[in-house]
Antibody, heavy 119, light 108 residues
Framework: EVQLVESGGGVVQPGGSLRLSCAAS????????MHWVRQAPGKGLEWVSL????????YYADSVKGRFTISRDNSKNSLYLQMNSLRTEDTALYYC????????????WGQGTTVTVSS | SYELTQPPSVSVSPGQTARITCSGD??????AYWYQQKPGQAPVLVIY???ERPSGIPERFSGSSSGTTVTLTISGVQAEDEADYYC???????????FGGGTKLTVL
């Protein structure tokens, strides 16, 4: 079964840091690009970041560029999101999602991990 | 920054056809994708590459594209289709992904 399981969320003060993880199983992890997508409470989906299958290419939304870093360890079938200089507006449910092999669509999603930035 | 525009809400009666639009300047160049999200659940891809349907998605879900607008059509709407629907595409350079603001589909 193809599965993504996020972890690492929690409560952090503004200016703090947090590292999210996403454990993948059931597919050949390094064949697929991976995304992070977030959803603030009661709001819509917001794309955060994308990393290529080999980890050589990364892309970020303007709202997180320079503060967040996406990475992956293909030997561990794991995706990461290092979040620094956190702001209250980063409070959200963070999903990792697998990109489809033949398109930019995200065909598998985890259940998400919650990040709360509050003093 | 690039934006995709969706209507906030659409309402239909069971058995009718629901149409949800998504507009963006780069849509003639970039494919669109549609996701269904029910309360407390992760999104599910229901349409990819404007009009393709993933395996396991009911045939009543279809997609189309015309110029700067793409449309998700749900024929013969059922109560279980009540959900939020999001379109997704890329900016004209293909660098960034963008989601529309979402449309809440209410089945009356």
């Amino acid at each position: 079964e193809v599965q993504l399981v996020e972890s690492g969320g929690g409560v952090v003060q503004p200016g703090g840091s947090l590292r999210l993880s996403c454990a993948a199983s059931g597919f050949t992890f390094d064949d697929y690009a991976m995304h992070w997508v977030r959803q603030a409470p009661g709001k819509g989906l917001e794309w955060v970041s994308l990393i290529s299958g080999d980890g050589g290419s990364t892309y970020y939304a303007d709202s997180v560029k320079g503060r967040f870093t996406i990475s992956r360890d293909n030997s561990k079938n794991s995706l990461y999101l290092q979040m620094n200089s956190l702001r209250t507006e980063d409070t959200a449910l963070y999903y990792c999602a697998k990109q489809s092999f033949s398109s930019r669509g995200m065909d598998v999603w985890g259940q998400g991990t919650t990040v709360t930035v509050s003093s | 920054s690039y934006e995709l525009t969706q209507p906030p809400s659409v309402s239909v009666s069971p058995g009718q056809t629901a149409r949800i639009t998504c507009s963006g300047d780069a849509l003639p160049k970039q494919y669109a994708y549609w996701y269904q999200q029910k309360p407390g659940q992760a999104p599910v891809l229901v349409i990819y590459k404007d009009s393709e349907r993933p395996s396991g998605i009911p045939e009543r879900f279809s997609g189309s594209s015309s110029g700067t607008t793409v449309t998700l059509t749900i024929s013969g709407v059922q109560a279980e289709d009540e959900a939020d629907y999001y379109c997704q595409s890329a900016d004209s350079s293909g660098t960034w992904e963008v989601f529309g603001g979402g449309t809440k589909l209410t089945v009356l």
